[in-house]
């Protein structure tokens, strides 16, 4: 029973517009999410992180937004560049920081 | 050191044959986790180990696969009998339980461990 889902195993963008990474999830007591980035040949490396708290939070041109209600997090890239290509995993957690990872989407950003 | 290690960063191994994969955590990450990825797929849950509660074995494929970990230090994975459908990169990754003061911390991941089996 996965609990947490990213529907899209891949998105393309243009260089410079924007990328939306979606990601769903089911256990209400998720209080904590998380986005990964993937290159080819190594291990995910943290990227943007959110509290339930918030509903959005912003690191550059990461933005990752929250909608508890709806149970979804999305991670917006802008503009995207052809660095952002990899794969994106959203992670959530409960009380006891026990991560629950998605399947990950692939970006591809075209120059 | 500095972050999660994972050895062999590359195994190739023949069909039939015993592997052992190594994770040395980031020290004082009472949390561990085992994931692999197969080509082309997401990252699949393996197992989970936190301090001294009886670890989450919910993801291991079969009985081929075990895992132990030595107090809150090294984990090693150990795939018995291996089959060419075991063929993935196996990763590795530590957190801490909570900060101190509540704060919440991410997961670290190792590089991985890329085997072949053949």
């Known amino acids: 029973d996965q609990q947490v889902k990213q529907n899209s195993p891949s998105l393309s963008v243009q260089e410079g517009r924007i990328s939306i990474l979606n990601c769903d999830y089911t256990?209400?007591?998720?209080?904590?999410f998380l986005w990964y980035k993937k290159y080819p040949a190594e291990g995910p490396t943290f990227l943007i992180s959110?509290?339930?708290?918030?509903d959005k939070n912003e690191d550059g041109r990461f933005t990752v937004f929250l909608n508890k209600s709806a149970k979804h997090l999305s991670l917006h890239i802008v503009p995207s560049q052809p660095g952002d290509s990899a794969v994106y995993f959203c992670?959530?957690?409960?009380?006891?920081?026990?991560?629950?990872f998605g399947s990950g989407t692939k970006l591809n950003v075209k120059p | 050191g500095a972050g999660v290690s994972q050895s062999p960063s590359n195994k190739v191994t023949e069909k039939g044959k015993d592997v052992e994969l190594r994770c040395d955590p980031i020290s004082g990450h009472t949390a561990l986790y085992w994931y692999r990825q197969r080509l082309g797929q997401g990252l699949e849950f393996l197992i989970y180990f936190q301090g001294n509660s009886a670890p989450d074995k919910s993801g291991l494929p079969s009985d081929r696969f075990s895992a132990e970990r030595t107090g809150e230090s090294v984990s090693t994975l150990t795939i018995q009998r291996t089959q060419q459908e075991d063929s993935a990169v196996y990763l590795c990754a530590s957190s801490l339980f909570r900060l101190r003061g509540g704060r919440r911390t991410e997961a670290f991941f190792g590089q991985g461990t890329r085997l072949t089996v053949v």
């Open positions: 992670a959530a957690s409960g009380v006891f920081n026990k991560f629950y």
């Open positions: 256990n209400s007591m998720f209080d904590y």
């Open positions: 959110i509290s339930s708290i918030k």
